[in-house]
């Protein structure tokens, strides 16, 4: 089998070249040093903005699952987009005063040497937290122990090095933040783009729902003309064993909000476009035309500029109790039934 390098990986090139390009411009650290077939990988964490004291803070996420690459493309773009903006942006100079941005763009580096879901283990990381569903789940798909010879296997010796580096990050900027929006960038569901939110174990009501809610509002108001997503709890489409974003949901060490979204970028209608993706497995969850591939990493700034520019606004932190309990309300009965 041939050897692999950081020749084959696109993702893990460009994180390397922004961090030797911009490291005057941020803070960085490898949450977990790895190696594979003789290549040091690391998983790294790169901060701008406010680091002094609590902030709002808004944490992009990618590569989880290594064959899903789009995403992580995704959250390299937004973060080079920003990084070349500093010098001249007074605007985003403001906001990175009062607001904490964090990135990890491939959390799951040897996924994508592999060029697989899972890590170097060949454990799911989603389906690797110490969380089960509440009901039955799907066979394989909702995470299974099994046999890593087959997909979705959760493992059987706790959390993988790789899920608990992320969740001791997450619970870290929980604890030293006023809120904490997470978006963690996925590609391979449906013909449509989803944002899925807790729980994926439990039919249940996510208790910061109404922050969603609220979000959700803004988002449609601001942008009448960008609400191409299909924003719902994850259970309403299938549940799932080990899910990181419910587990960091239910362990976060501060009472203020964390709010955790999936986009889930709806990958089938590229296949659908293009049905010779079909006869390449990274076809099924990454546009291969040029044309296309650019479309994808233009299209979701908007969602990911709102999302910082909410934070900025302290839009979180603003709501008292009482209109959380009517968010919450509306939120609950809005989603109360399956889209």
């Given at each position: 089998?041939?050897?692999?390098?950081?020749?084959?990986?696109?993702?893990?090139?460009?994180?390397?070249?922004?961090?030797?390009?911009?490291?005057?411009?941020?803070?960085?650290?490898?949450?977990?040093?790895?190696?594979?077939?003789?290549?040091?990988?690391?998983?790294?964490?790169?901060?701008?903005?406010?680091?002094?004291?609590?902030?709002?803070?808004?944490?992009?996420?990618?590569?989880?699952?290594?064959?899903?690459?789009?995403?992580?493309?995704?959250?390299?773009?937004?973060?080079?987009?920003?990084?070349?903006?500093?010098?001249?942006?007074?605007?985003?100079?403001?906001?990175?005063?009062?607001?904490?941005?964090?990135?990890?763009?491939?959390?799951?580096?040897?996924?994508?040497?592999?060029?697989?879901?899972?890590?170097?283990?060949?454990?799911?990381?989603?389906?690797?937290?110490?969380?089960?569903?509440?009901?039955?789940?799907?066979?394989?798909?909702?995470?299974?122990?099994?046999?890593?010879?087959?997909?979705?296997?959760?493992?059987?010796?706790?959390?993988?090095?790789?899920?608990?580096?992320?969740?001791?990050?997450?619970?870290?900027l929980q604890d030293s933040s006023t809120s904490v929006i997470a978006l963690d960038a996925h590609s391979g569901f449906g013909l449509s783009d989803h944002i899925w939110f807790p729980y994926a174990h439990t039919r249940k009501p996510f208790e910061a729902m109404g922050y969603i809610y609220h979000l959700k509002q803004l988002f449609d108001r601001g942008y009448p003309h960008h609400g191409h997503y299909k924003l719902a709890p994850q259970s309403h489409f299938y549940q799932t064993h080990g899910d990181i974003?419910?587990?960091?949901?239910?362990?976060?060490?501060?009472?203020?909000?964390?709010?955790?979204?999936?986009?889930?970028?709806?990958?089938?209608?590229?296949?659908?476009?293009?049905?010779?993706?079909?006869?390449?497995?990274?076809?099924?969850?990454?546009?291969?035309?040029?044309?296309?591939?650019?479309?994808?990493?233009?299209?979701?700034?908007?969602?990911?500029?709102?999302?910082?520019?909410?934070?900025?606004?302290?839009?979180?932190?603003?709501?008292?109790?009482?209109?959380?309990?009517?968010?919450?309300?509306?939120?609950?009965?809005?989603?109360?039934?399956?889209?």
């Amino acid at each position: 089998m041939a050897k692999f390098s950081f020749e084959h990986s696109f993702e893990i090139d460009t994180l390397k070249r922004l961090i030797a390009q911009y490291q005057g411009l941020f803070r960085h650290q490898s949450l977990l040093d790895l190696h594979y077939r003789g290549e040091p990988l690391s998983v790294t964490a790169i901060e701008l903005g406010k680091q002094d004291a609590p902030c709002p803070t808004v944490l992009f996420v990618g590569g989880v699952h290594g064959v899903e690459r789009i995403g992580a493309q995704v959250v390299l773009a937004f973060l080079g987009s920003l990084l070349n903006r500093l010098s001249w942006d007074s605007h985003l100079q403001a906001l990175l005063k009062e607001v904490r941005l964090a990135f990890v763009p491939v959390a799951n580096p040897v996924g994508f040497l592999q060029g697989s879901r899972s890590n170097g283990n060949y454990v799911d990381l989603m389906r690797n937290a110490p969380i089960d569903a509440e009901e039955k789940v799907t066979f394989l798909v909702g995470g299974h122990r099994l046999t890593n010879k087959l997909p979705w296997y959760r493992g059987k010796k706790g959390m993988e090095a790789e899920t608990q580096v992320l969740v001791d990050y997450v619970h870290q900027l929980q604890d030293s933040s006023t809120s904490v929006i997470a978006l963690d960038a996925h590609s391979g569901f449906g013909l449509s783009d989803h944002i899925w939110f807790p729980y994926a174990h439990t039919r249940k009501p996510f208790e910061a729902m109404g922050y969603i809610y609220h979000l959700k509002q803004l988002f449609d108001r601001g942008y009448p003309h960008h609400g191409h997503y299909k924003l719902a709890p994850q259970s309403h489409f299938y549940q799932t064993h080990g899910d990181i974003w419910d587990y960091l949901a239910q362990t976060n060490p501060s009472n203020n909000p964390f709010i955790p979204l999936t986009l889930e970028m709806g990958s089938w209608a590229w296949v659908k476009k293009n049905p010779r993706q079909i006869f390449n497995f990274s076809g099924y969850f990454n546009p291969q035309k040029t044309h296309r591939h650019h479309r994808i990493l233009r299209r979701h700034v908007v969602l990911m500029q709102f999302l910082i520019e909410a934070a900025y606004a302290n839009v979180l932190e603003n709501i008292n109790q009482a209109q959380f309990e009517r968010l919450q309300n509306d939120a609950e009965r809005y989603w109360a039934k399956k889209p």
